[in-house]
């Protein structure tokens, strides 16, 4: 029975919780064994939440057995990146600076999930304060790819995707500020979903870079995405970047396109974002995409946005600028690690450099330079000040390209998983994992990666979707039905296909 419940899907799950046929203490307990079993080589959690899981389960059990009116997710288990803050249970955002620390509040997309009686499986592990393709970057050991153990599992939420690709959840959390959710999904075979800027609230999401966070599902199918962005997304008034509409009808946006009708839809594919540069297995598997969504009724056309070129580099000038100014509050005064000087006055400016640099990494700390130096005095101008007019021109190739086509496309990320330490000491190398993903971030419009198949070093392979601002219905349309039509073709999900992992019981369930 646990190997069949950690395989079904949150859909599946949630139409057998209302139908009677199994509890949500069944499932949940399913998932903790297999986190117990398996989490050894993976390395996907920082904390695992059994005993308030299980407890949580126990009460929707007992609710639908009274008659109560529940959330259709309600009992099926998931699973929380840690850069998000949950009452109760610690949040590091991967960083020692915040090793230990348990926050007094639920951020409100935690709420949402609380509310709906969604058993919390735990915490995922992280590249530390989300700064990284790889999540070796984490504080905490690396999270390891459930297709190949020796190689990532994308960043900065490789513990998500690879909790989601390991069966050890259904469904999870991640956040993306430049393709933290879409390109562990397109390395880990799994489905990534960025949503439109302001569709989910940022409030209690522990920020890198405020106008370029955003929150979102990672999950093995279309539809559980679905459910779960309709879940968490809405207007909230704590978070003044909330767009003030309702979320759309994104489950009967994906219903529809996995009947396999795609007539009358304009799919654009993006020139700046394939060609050179990209693996060819990686190329191979987007152009047999396009094949298929031609097949299904689809028109496709080549877009340029020639702008695109420059959205890597103005990425990392805005990006690291806001992180400079939003971890500046690690001062170790108020909240988390506080180190004092060892010889010397302890002063308050000998404190906080003392506590900063025993507390962050070196990736953080360089992105902190490099955005420090960015805003200062004599620079702001040539450097943020122009990647911002930067951002503005890459806003309006996307206007431009959806006034042709209704959604734009191409390969989520140039490679597939690399192999631990293969770009640690090249960050540029490592920054351009980012190439495809971080336009959507810059424009706030919404992004998918949806599985497309093995490269030819078995890898996975992702396919982006992307839609215009407040019409992620679209790509749900378009995502579910590549995935129908590819998922046909393969004769069954591409998750199917993963090599088993070692069994490794763990000692206990809390670390």
């Not at 949500?24 to 117990?36: G, N």
């Not at 000087?341 to 450099?353: I, K, L, Q, S």
Request: a negative charge; aromatic letters at 6%; charged letters at 20%.
């Amino acid at each position: 029975m646990t190997d069949d419940l950690t395989r079904r899907s949150a859909a599946d799950l949630a139409a057998r919780l209302d139908a009677g046929d199994v509890s949500s203490v069944d499932v949940t307990q399913a998932h903790l064994d297999r986190i117990a079993a398996v989490d050894g080589a993976v390395n996907a959690f920082l904390h695992v939440n059994a005993d308030d899981a299980l407890a949580t389960a126990r009460d929707v059990d007992a609710r639908r057995a009274a008659g109560e009116e529940l959330h259709p997710l309600a009992g099926v288990p998931i699973a929380v990146k840690d850069v998000v803050v949950t009452r109760g249970m610690p949040t590091t955002a991967g960083s020692r600076i915040l090793e230990g620390w348990v926050p007094p509040y639920d951020a409100t997309l935690v709420e949402r999930i609380r509310a709906a009686r969604l058993p919390i499986l735990g915490k995922t592990n992280m590249d530390e304060f989300a700064m990284g393709s790889s999540t070796e970057h984490s504080a905490f050991g690396n999270t390891r790819n459930p297709w190949d153990l020796d190689r990532i599992p994308g960043g900065s939420g490789g513990g998500s995707a690879a909790a989601v690709a390991a069966f050890e959840a259904p469904l999870a959390i991640g956040t993306d500020t430049g393709g933290s959710i879409r390109q562990p999904g397109a390395v880990t075979g799994t489905v990534g979903v960025k949503p439109t800027y302001g569709g989910v609230s940022r409030y209690g999401l522990i920020a890198m870079a405020s106008s370029l966070d955003q929150a979102g599902p990672v999950t093995r199918t279309v539809l559980d995405s679905a459910l779960l962005h309709e879940l968490v997304g809405g207007h909230d008034p704590r978070d003044s970047t909330s767009i003030r509409e309702k979320v759309p009808a994104l489950v009967e946006a994906a219903r529809r396109g996995a009947t396999g009708d795609l007539q009358g839809v304009r799919v654009g594919v993006v020139k700046e974002l394939s060609g050179e540069g990209y693996q060819a297995g990686v190329s191979a598997r987007f152009a047999e995409s396009l094949d298929v969504l031609q097949g299904l009724g689809a028109e496709v056309v080549e877009v340029s946005c020639p702008h695109f070129d420059y959205a890597l580099g103005a990425y990392y000038l805005i990006m690291p600028s806001e992180a400079s100014s939003n971890l500046a509050k690690f001062d170790g005064m108020r909240f988390g690690l506080r180190v004092e000087p060892e010889d010397g006055p302890v002063t308050a400016e000998r404190v906080m450099a003392a506590t900063r640099g025993a507390g962050f990494g070196d990736e953080v700390k360089r992105r902190i330079i490099l955005g420090t130096y960015a805003l200062s005095a004599g620079y702001y101008d040539a450097y943020y000040g122009s990647a911002q007019k930067v951002r503005t021109l890459i806003q309006r190739d996307f206007a431009a390209a959806f006034e042709q086509v209704d959604v734009l496309v191409s390969p989520t990320a140039p490679t597939t998983a690399f192999r631990f330490g293969e770009k640690l000491d090249d960050p540029l190398a490592m920054y351009l994992n980012d190439v495809a993903t971080i336009p959507a971030n810059l424009a706030g419009v919404p992004g998918m990666s949806v599985p497309a198949g093995l490269s030819d070093d078995g890898l996975p392979v992702g396919f982006q979707v992307l839609a215009p601002a407040k019409a992620d219905d679209r790509m749900y349309r378009v995502g579910a039905a590549l995935e129908t039509a590819l998922e046909t073709r393969w004769g069954g999900p591409l998750l199917d296909r993963a090599p088993a992992l070692p069994t490794t019981e763990l000692e206990g369930m809390s670390r």
